[in-house]
């Protein structure tokens, strides 16, 4: 991003501890294995105090400490003392830091309603402390400076940097005190922000590819500026973290509701314009709990599936239906096959068929009911815990699922492809939150995951179990309890095993406060070691126990080994891969060889004391919560092939949109279609289109990245990869481009970064060579950004 430098306060207590004997408190974060240094390199700086004033020297209306006063004949004259405790401070904080500059940040949260008192304060001390240097001959000089001025002049001292190559977690500021709860807390909402960010991603392409039309059509105004914003206030560190009051946590869901509202009119006029017919749309944000009004009333409809991937889809459309049989057409009016699946724990039944969707664009469906009959009742026998008799299992071409003729719980994978087979039991259990003991009083609260023991208790032993199995899906739908349920789930051609779970809401009427896991228990011999995402793109090795920098002292065997999940968690041995996609940033680990367990809800009676001020009760909708499990056993040297792609899928979803059907022309004589594609050509399984979005205009904002890793899958999935740009988008032409940094608010060719020294040797500063858009290409985990100057075609 063209980034000379980051400052961060929460480093763990420990970590802190040996950084400042060793003088490591600022060293270069090299931050990709795959990519060339320096490009992935960034100087890192620990501020001395978090991000908080020193001790006595806070002067806001929030704080208590006393203000200069220099008159030696009051009786509060304190002038003298807060200047030597400065000096002395100042003497210390440096002993820390390797040059002879050092930085204290004056300020904190909430703070600066009152800037005069600190100001005024502020310019006191530094009047007095430089006078010491004629008076005492004191080499303290202070002075107002900013971070950039902070970080030339550590520059300028042409010194040689250690290098960091893991991350920063997990945080502890204490013993007892890690704060790896918020990685799960308030699973709600981070789905829903991980929703909104696919349908942005569907709206901001859309805009880009329909230009003009999509803000001002038949539909009204469309805007992706109201989601984007919303987006954008979601990254707040306590609003997607779960770290806020309830009545908050309202509001950004509220605020992202109504973002989704413009983008649906600009989705409604960039849809009718590239097909060319003005349809009634309709959008069904229900869908996770089978409510759309239009497919469960009418007889006939239209079903517009759009795929925001570089790549053609094959998606398994699910729509609540009536009971009653339908007839699925695909864009060429041949019908395809289809299938009606009652719920077992419902009255209501689903519409199932395959759709197949071009890359970066949509393809349209027609369904329409066939009078007089209605579906077959499917196998769907119930199963209790006495009534096996012989083993269950659940099949297609590329897995196979068995599960205990005694308990309903998932025992066993089979990889029918690569003839691999992989005991593996799945149940989900619940840790009982600290109160506080003995040891610290610290409980476990929205930041702070604390058990009250290391072994969780199991939800349920046996699952009451019912199965369904149609040519198009095949399910166990497994009940645990009252508020435990989940349904395991295989499609044709799928080769992942879905594990779609339902937790809520959560009983603490025992005064327990209860943190749920679902569990997966195998007999890989992992060494201790687990793998899990950083930010869904890099691969990082996780070891218990263990810290890469620093001699760990755990406190808290289970919350200290827990670490953020963004995307995936994977656990290996020398053959097998078994790895566990999520839908939602979730916090997981690997407390024992061969296991890995994932914090999919929690619901707590205490505040943890850091700042929210409430216990994580989860009042309203989140008490309830909905998500997906996609589980994949491969070979362990190719791996990553499958659950990077699959993570992808993940992530950007096609978005379905309903109409009636019957629409008029969008443009008169022309005739509507039922398929489109915004690319002539493919991507390349290992290039990702991760941003096209309207920037002006007449431009469009363009980034694509390599999403393998060097060594990473199979072939020449993770080699340097070229793409020809000029004729890539079939909906307009690009007819100048420029390239950026990632956040594109710098030319790249005119962008600089402070060259620093890494103890690893010098890195070879890249050249930048000449823009050429019919040859652009990507290392191994790089993303490239440009700015696109474009010129639409007619009629799409």
């Not at 406060?513 to 011999?525: A, M, P, Q, W």
């Not at 999520?582 to 367990?597: A, C, N, V």
């Not at 707590?604 to 909708?621: A, Q, S, T, Y």
Request: hydrophobic share 35%.
């Amino acid at each position: 991003m063209g980034f000379d430098g980051f400052f961060f306060g929460r480093l763990d207590y420990q970590d802190k501890g040996v950084r400042k004997k060793k003088q490591e408190m600022e060293q270069v974060w090299r931050a990709s294995a795959s990519l060339e240094p320096p490009v992935a390199d960034l100087f890192t700086s620990v501020l001395p105090n978090i991000y908080n004033p020193p001790e006595k020297l806070c002067w806001d209306t929030l704080c208590a400490d006393k203000p200069f006063v220099e008159d030696p004949r009051s009786p509060e004259y304190n002038a003298k003392e807060l200047v030597d405790y400065f000096l002395q401070l100042a003497t210390a904080q440096g002993q820390n830091y390797r040059t002879n500059h050092t930085i204290m940040t004056m300020g904190s949260d909430f703070q600066y309603e009152n800037a005069n008192m600190w100001f005024k304060n502020l310019d006191r001390l530094i009047e007095l402390v430089n006078a010491q240097q004629q008076a005492n001959g004191s080499r303290v000089n202070v002075l107002y400076s900013t971070p950039a001025c902070y970080l030339w002049e550590l520059n300028k001292a042409n010194l040689t940097w250690s290098v960091k190559q893991d991350d920063f977690f997990p945080y502890a500021d204490g013993p007892h005190k890690f704060w790896t709860g918020y990685f799960s807390s308030r699973p709600a909402l981070k789905r829903y922000e991980r929703l909104s960010y696919n349908f942005l991603q569907v709206c901001n392409q859309l805009e880009a590819l329909a230009g003009p039309a999509a803000n001002v059509g038949p539909y009204g105004s469309g805007d992706s500026a109201p989601l984007n914003e919303a987006m954008a206030v979601l990254q707040h560190h306590d609003a997607v973290s779960g770290t806020s009051r309830q009545h908050v946590a309202n509001d950004y869901a509220r605020q992202l509701a109504a973002g989704w509202g413009p983008c649906e009119v600009l989705l409604s006029n960039a849809l009718a314009r590239l097909s060319g017919s003005k349809e009634d749309f309709m959008y069904c944000r229900n869908l996770n709990i089978s409510v759309c009004p239009l497919s469960q009333t009418a007889k006939s409809f239209q079903v517009t599936i759009y795929n925001p991937l570089g790549r053609k889809v094959d998606w398994m459309v699910r729509l609540p239906v009536s009971d009653h049989i339908f007839d699925v057409r695909d864009p060429n009016g041949t019908i395809v096959p289809s299938d009606v699946v009652r719920l077992p724990s419902s009255d209501s039944s689903d519409l199932l068929f395959s759709a197949s969707v071009p890359a970066l664009g949509f393809s349209v469906y027609s369904v329409t009911q066939v009078p007089g009959r209605s579906p077959h009742a499917h196998n769907r026998q119930p199963r209790s815990q006495k009534s096996w008799t012989h083993g269950l299992a659940i099949q297609n071409e590329y897995l196979q699922a068995r599960f205990d003729p005694d308990t309903g719980l998932l025992v066993e994978l089979e990889n029918l492809d690569q003839n691999l087979l992989l005991p593996v039991r799945q149940a989900f259990y619940w840790y009982n939150a600290s109160v506080g003991d003995n040891l610290s009083t610290q409980v476990s609260g929205a930041y702070i995951f604390r058990p009250n023991r290391q072994e969780p208790l199991i939800v349920s032993h046996w699952a009451q179990t019912h199965v369904v199995k149609t040519p198009l899906v095949q399910e166990v739908h497994q009940n645990f309890s009252a508020w435990c349920s989940q349904v395991i789930r295989l499609y044709p051609g799928q080769r992942h095993l879905e594990l779609e779970w339902t937790v809520g809401p959560i009983p603490v009427g025992d005064g327990w406060g209860k943190e749920i896991i679902s569990r997966f228990d195998t007999v890989l011999e992992t060494k201790g070691l687990f793998y899990t995402d950083s930010n869904g793109r890099e691969i990082l090795e996780r070891r218990r126990d263990y810290r890469p920098t620093w001699k760990l002292n755990q406190t808290e065997p289970v919350a200290g080994n827990y670490y953020p999940v963004n995307s995936r968690i994977y656990i290996r041995d020398g053959k097998m891969q078994l790895t566990v996609l999520t839908d939602r940033s979730q916090g997981g680990s690997s407390l024992k060889d061969g296991s890995m367990e994932l914090m999919v809800h929690r619901r707590l009676l205490k505040d943890d004391g850091r700042g929210v001020g409430e216990p994580l009760l989860e009042e309203g909708l989140g008490l309830w919560v909905r998500g997906r499990h996609l589980v994949l056993l491969d070979k362990a040297p190719t791996a990553a092939t499958r659950h990077r792609l699959q993570a992808e899928k993940e992530l950007l979803a096609p978005q379905v949109v309903l109409a009636p059907g019957g629409g008029a022309p969008y443009h008169p004589g022309v005739a509507p279609r039922k398929q489109f594609s915004g690319l002539r050509r493919e991507l390349p399984p290992s290039v990702h289109l991760l941003t096209l979005a309207r920037w002006d205009r007449t431009t469009l904002l363009l980034r694509l990245e390599h999403q393998f890793a060097v060594g990473e899958g199979s072939g020449n999935l993770s080699s340097p990869v070229t793409l020809d740009l000029r004729d890539l988008f079939s909906a307009f032409t690009i007819t100048y481009l420029q390239e950026t940094t990632l956040a594109a608010n710098q030319l790249r060719a005119s962008a600089s970064r402070l060259k620093w020294t890494p103890a690893t040797g010098p890195t070879a500063q890249p050249s930048p060579s000449r823009l050429d858009p019919a040859a652009i290409t990507l290392q191994p985990m790089e993303i490239r950004t440009f700015l696109a100057l474009v010129q639409w075609k007619e009629h799409g």
